[in-house]
Protein backbone atom coordinates (compact mmCIF):
# COMPACT_ATOMS: atom_id res chain seq x y z
CA UNK A 1 0.00 0.00 0.00
CA UNK A 2 1.36 2.86 -0.87
CA UNK A 3 1.90 6.19 1.72
CA UNK A 4 -1.00 8.22 -0.33
CA UNK A 5 -3.30 5.51 0.78
CA UNK A 6 -1.55 5.18 4.32
CA UNK A 7 -2.88 8.82 4.60
CA UNK A 8 -6.26 8.11 3.36
CA UNK A 9 -6.81 5.62 5.71
CA UNK A 10 -6.08 7.41 8.72
CA UNK A 11 -10.31 8.63 10.17
CA UNK A 12 -11.13 11.15 11.79
CA UNK A 13 -12.86 11.65 15.03
CA UNK A 14 -16.11 11.18 13.48
CA UNK A 15 -15.40 7.77 12.24
CA UNK A 16 -13.55 5.85 14.78
CA UNK A 17 -14.59 2.28 15.78
CA UNK A 18 -14.06 -1.41 14.61
CA UNK A 19 -16.18 -1.96 12.06
CA UNK A 20 -16.69 1.45 10.60
CA UNK A 21 -12.81 1.72 10.33
CA UNK A 22 -12.39 -1.77 8.93
CA UNK A 23 -15.33 -1.05 5.68
CA UNK A 24 -13.88 2.41 5.13
CA UNK A 25 -10.57 0.84 4.82
CA UNK A 26 -12.11 -1.13 2.08
CA UNK A 27 -13.49 2.09 0.35
CA UNK A 28 -10.55 3.82 0.48
CA UNK A 29 -8.27 1.15 -0.80
CA UNK A 30 -10.73 0.01 -3.31
CA UNK A 31 -10.88 3.23 -4.71
CA UNK A 32 -7.35 4.28 -4.72
CA UNK A 33 -6.43 0.93 -6.56
CA UNK A 34 -9.79 1.83 -8.69
CA UNK A 35 -8.35 5.71 -9.32
CA UNK A 36 -7.20 5.52 -13.51
CA UNK A 37 -10.25 3.99 -14.47
CA UNK A 38 -12.54 6.45 -11.89
CA UNK A 39 -10.49 9.29 -13.75
CA UNK A 40 -11.61 8.04 -17.24
CA UNK A 41 -15.24 8.36 -15.98
CA UNK A 42 -15.20 11.08 -14.93
CA UNK A 43 -13.42 12.64 -18.16
CA UNK A 44 -16.65 11.75 -19.79
CA UNK A 45 -18.51 14.85 -18.05
CA UNK A 46 -15.13 17.42 -18.40
CA UNK A 47 -16.60 19.46 -20.70
CA UNK A 48 -19.54 19.56 -18.71
CA UNK A 49 -19.22 20.40 -15.18
CA UNK A 50 -18.56 24.17 -14.10
CA UNK A 51 -17.71 25.70 -11.26
CA UNK A 52 -20.37 25.03 -8.46
CA UNK A 53 -20.92 20.91 -8.36
CA UNK A 54 -22.35 18.85 -6.64
CA UNK A 55 -21.75 15.21 -6.18
CA UNK A 56 -24.61 12.88 -5.36
CA UNK A 57 -23.10 10.10 -3.54
CA UNK A 58 -19.87 11.18 -2.83
CA UNK A 59 -18.70 8.12 -0.91
CA UNK A 60 -15.17 8.85 0.89
CA UNK A 61 -14.50 11.59 -1.57
CA UNK A 62 -12.64 9.47 -4.56
CA UNK A 63 -14.26 11.22 -7.31
CA UNK A 64 -14.15 14.44 -5.60
CA UNK A 65 -10.29 14.53 -4.73
CA UNK A 66 -9.88 14.16 -8.69
CA UNK A 67 -12.27 17.02 -9.75
CA UNK A 68 -9.81 20.48 -10.20
CA UNK A 69 -10.26 23.30 -8.06
CA UNK A 70 -13.41 25.02 -8.30
CA UNK A 71 -15.38 27.78 -7.16
CA UNK A 72 -17.50 25.38 -4.42
CA UNK A 73 -18.18 21.60 -4.21
CA UNK A 74 -20.57 19.89 -2.27
CA UNK A 75 -20.24 15.88 -1.83
CA UNK A 76 -23.94 14.35 -0.14
CA UNK A 77 -24.14 10.34 0.65
CA UNK A 78 -26.77 9.02 2.84
CA UNK A 79 -23.95 7.04 5.12
CA UNK A 80 -23.22 9.31 7.89
CA UNK A 81 -19.51 7.82 7.99
CA UNK A 82 -19.08 7.95 4.64
CA UNK A 83 -19.40 11.78 4.41
CA UNK A 84 -17.52 12.16 7.81
CA UNK A 85 -14.80 10.67 6.22
CA UNK A 86 -15.11 12.72 3.75
CA UNK A 87 -15.52 15.38 5.05
CA UNK A 88 -12.00 15.01 7.65
CA UNK A 89 -10.64 14.26 4.25
CA UNK A 90 -11.11 18.01 2.69
CA UNK A 91 -11.35 19.65 5.77
CA UNK A 92 -8.05 22.04 4.91
CA UNK A 93 -9.36 22.89 2.00
CA UNK A 94 -11.85 25.97 1.14
CA UNK A 95 -14.77 25.55 -0.78
CA UNK A 96 -15.76 22.01 0.10
CA UNK A 97 -18.78 21.26 1.95
CA UNK A 98 -20.12 17.67 3.44
CA UNK A 99 -24.00 16.53 4.13
CA UNK A 100 -25.69 13.61 5.02
CA UNK A 101 -29.10 13.08 3.52
CA UNK A 102 -31.50 10.97 1.03
CA UNK A 103 -31.56 12.60 -2.38
CA UNK A 104 -34.35 10.96 -3.36
CA UNK A 105 -36.19 11.63 -0.40
CA UNK A 106 -35.67 15.58 0.54
CA UNK A 107 -37.96 18.04 2.79
CA UNK A 108 -38.99 21.23 0.64
CA UNK A 109 -36.61 22.81 3.08
CA UNK A 110 -33.75 20.77 2.00
CA UNK A 111 -34.05 21.34 -1.59
CA UNK A 112 -34.23 25.41 -0.98
CA UNK A 113 -31.05 24.89 0.85
CA UNK A 114 -29.76 22.88 -2.02
CA UNK A 115 -31.04 25.21 -4.51
CA UNK A 116 -29.46 28.04 -2.67
CA UNK A 117 -26.30 26.86 -3.55
CA UNK A 118 -26.60 27.63 -7.44
CA UNK A 119 -24.94 24.70 -8.64
CA UNK A 120 -24.05 24.75 -12.36
CA UNK A 121 -23.46 20.99 -12.74
CA UNK A 122 -24.42 18.10 -10.72
CA UNK A 123 -22.50 14.47 -11.44
CA UNK A 124 -24.01 11.11 -10.14
CA UNK A 125 -21.34 8.26 -10.82
CA UNK A 126 -22.60 4.41 -10.19
CA UNK A 127 -24.82 5.64 -7.58
CA UNK A 128 -28.42 5.65 -8.60
CA UNK A 129 -28.92 1.78 -9.27
CA UNK A 130 -28.42 1.92 -5.33
CA UNK A 131 -31.35 4.40 -4.79
CA UNK A 132 -34.79 2.31 -4.92
CA UNK A 133 -36.77 5.97 -6.31
CA UNK A 134 -34.55 6.39 -8.90
CA UNK A 135 -37.14 8.96 -10.55
CA UNK A 136 -37.82 10.69 -7.45
CA UNK A 137 -33.48 11.29 -6.94
CA UNK A 138 -33.89 12.46 -10.82
CA UNK A 139 -36.62 15.06 -10.01
CA UNK A 140 -34.62 16.12 -6.87
CA UNK A 141 -31.28 16.75 -9.05
CA UNK A 142 -33.64 18.33 -11.92
CA UNK A 143 -34.98 20.81 -9.48
CA UNK A 144 -31.86 22.24 -7.39
CA UNK A 145 -29.63 22.14 -10.51
CA UNK A 146 -29.74 25.86 -12.02
CA UNK A 147 -31.12 26.54 -15.10
CA UNK A 148 -28.79 25.98 -18.00
CA UNK A 149 -26.90 23.83 -15.84
CA UNK A 150 -26.02 20.03 -16.41
CA UNK A 151 -26.93 16.93 -14.30
CA UNK A 152 -24.14 14.16 -15.55
CA UNK A 153 -24.97 10.25 -14.91
CA UNK A 154 -23.34 7.41 -14.87
CA UNK A 155 -24.79 4.10 -14.26
CA UNK A 156 -24.44 0.13 -14.81
CA UNK A 157 -25.92 -0.59 -18.37
CA UNK A 158 -27.72 -3.81 -20.11
CA UNK A 159 -30.57 -5.22 -17.43
CA UNK A 160 -29.60 -8.38 -19.05
CA UNK A 161 -26.27 -8.27 -16.66
CA UNK A 162 -28.26 -7.77 -13.57
CA UNK A 163 -26.74 -10.65 -11.26
CA UNK A 164 -25.73 -12.06 -7.99
CA UNK A 165 -22.78 -9.46 -7.65
CA UNK A 166 -25.24 -6.86 -8.32
CA UNK A 167 -27.59 -8.02 -5.89
CA UNK A 168 -25.06 -8.39 -3.34
CA UNK A 169 -24.15 -4.41 -3.89
CA UNK A 170 -27.40 -3.51 -3.17
CA UNK A 171 -28.42 -2.51 -7.38
CA UNK A 172 -31.87 -2.49 -7.36
CA UNK A 173 -31.03 -2.64 -11.38
CA UNK A 174 -28.98 -1.85 -14.48
CA UNK A 175 -30.38 0.29 -17.20
CA UNK A 176 -31.36 0.40 -20.52
CA UNK A 177 -30.06 3.26 -23.35
CA UNK A 178 -33.73 4.03 -23.75
CA UNK A 179 -34.86 3.61 -19.93
CA UNK A 180 -32.31 6.08 -18.84
CA UNK A 181 -33.34 8.53 -21.35
CA UNK A 182 -37.18 8.23 -20.43
CA UNK A 183 -36.09 8.60 -16.65
CA UNK A 184 -34.27 11.63 -17.24
CA UNK A 185 -36.64 13.29 -19.23
CA UNK A 186 -39.27 12.89 -17.37
CA UNK A 187 -37.70 15.12 -14.90
CA UNK A 188 -37.75 18.15 -17.70
CA UNK A 189 -34.28 17.84 -18.80
CA UNK A 190 -32.89 17.74 -22.06
CA UNK A 191 -30.27 14.88 -23.29
CA UNK A 192 -27.30 16.35 -24.56
CA UNK A 193 -25.21 12.80 -24.59
CA UNK A 194 -26.16 9.69 -23.84
CA UNK A 195 -23.54 6.55 -24.81
CA UNK A 196 -22.28 3.29 -23.81
CA UNK A 197 -19.29 2.91 -21.78
CA UNK A 198 -16.24 0.42 -21.61
CA UNK A 199 -16.90 -2.26 -23.99
CA UNK A 200 -14.44 -4.75 -22.39
CA UNK A 201 -15.63 -4.25 -19.27
CA UNK A 202 -19.07 -5.84 -20.67
CA UNK A 203 -17.45 -8.96 -22.03
CA UNK A 204 -15.50 -9.53 -18.69
CA UNK A 205 -18.86 -8.89 -16.53
CA UNK A 206 -20.84 -11.06 -18.40
CA UNK A 207 -18.02 -13.41 -17.66
CA UNK A 208 -17.26 -13.15 -14.13
CA UNK A 209 -20.76 -12.40 -12.77
CA UNK A 210 -23.00 -14.01 -15.17
CA UNK A 211 -21.42 -17.17 -16.69
CA UNK A 212 -18.94 -18.11 -13.63
CA UNK A 213 -21.53 -16.54 -11.18
CA UNK A 214 -18.34 -15.22 -8.42
CA UNK A 215 -19.16 -12.72 -6.09
CA UNK A 216 -16.31 -10.68 -5.73
CA UNK A 217 -13.52 -8.15 -7.53
CA UNK A 218 -10.33 -9.87 -7.51
CA UNK A 219 -7.34 -7.60 -7.90
CA UNK A 220 -6.31 -9.53 -11.04
CA UNK A 221 -9.90 -8.01 -12.75
CA UNK A 222 -8.25 -4.03 -11.97
CA UNK A 223 -4.81 -5.16 -13.10
CA UNK A 224 -6.68 -6.37 -16.61
CA UNK A 225 -8.68 -3.45 -17.13
CA UNK A 226 -5.37 -1.12 -16.07
CA UNK A 227 -3.25 -2.62 -18.74
CA UNK A 228 -5.97 -2.86 -21.41
CA UNK A 229 -7.22 1.23 -20.10
CA UNK A 230 -4.63 3.12 -22.79
CA UNK A 231 -5.92 0.94 -25.82
CA UNK A 232 -9.67 1.21 -24.59
CA UNK A 233 -9.47 5.01 -23.73
CA UNK A 234 -7.92 5.40 -27.90
CA UNK A 235 -11.00 3.37 -29.06
CA UNK A 236 -13.84 5.04 -27.42
CA UNK A 237 -12.56 8.36 -27.92
CA UNK A 238 -13.17 7.64 -31.16
CA UNK A 239 -16.25 5.53 -31.63
CA UNK A 240 -18.99 5.25 -29.61
CA UNK A 241 -19.11 0.76 -28.71
CA UNK A 242 -22.43 -0.71 -29.52
CA UNK A 243 -22.24 -2.22 -25.63
CA UNK A 244 -20.34 -1.44 -22.29
CA UNK A 245 -20.68 -1.77 -18.99
CA UNK A 246 -22.01 1.27 -18.38
CA UNK A 247 -24.05 4.18 -19.55
CA UNK A 248 -22.55 7.41 -19.83
CA UNK A 249 -25.61 10.46 -20.01
CA UNK A 250 -25.72 14.32 -19.60
CA UNK A 251 -28.80 16.46 -19.13
CA UNK A 252 -28.96 19.94 -19.46
CA UNK A 253 -31.83 21.77 -17.14
CA UNK A 254 -34.10 24.10 -19.90
CA UNK A 255 -33.48 27.81 -19.23
CA UNK A 256 -36.81 28.21 -20.00
CA UNK A 257 -39.76 25.87 -19.14
CA UNK A 258 -40.91 23.31 -21.36
CA UNK A 259 -40.77 19.61 -22.89
CA UNK A 260 -37.65 18.25 -22.54
CA UNK A 261 -35.74 16.98 -25.78
CA UNK A 262 -34.41 13.67 -26.45
CA UNK A 263 -31.26 11.82 -28.37
Not at 29 to 53: C, H, I, K, S, T
Not at 244 to 258: D, E, I
Request: glycine residues 10%; contains cysteine.
Amino acid sequence: MSDHADELLRPGPEVEGTSAYARLNRYAMFDEVNAPYMRWQLEQFDPYLGQRVLEVGCGVGSILAQLPRREFVMGVDIEEDLVAYASNRFSGRQGYEFSSLDISSLSTERRSILRGHRFDSIVCINVLEHVKDDRAAIDTMADVVEPGGHVAILVPAHPALYGQYDEMEGHFRRYSRGGLRKLLNRSGLEIVRLHRFNMIGAAGWWIQYRLLRRRIHGQGHFRILQTALPVLKTIEARVKPPFGLSLVAVARKPTVAGKARGV
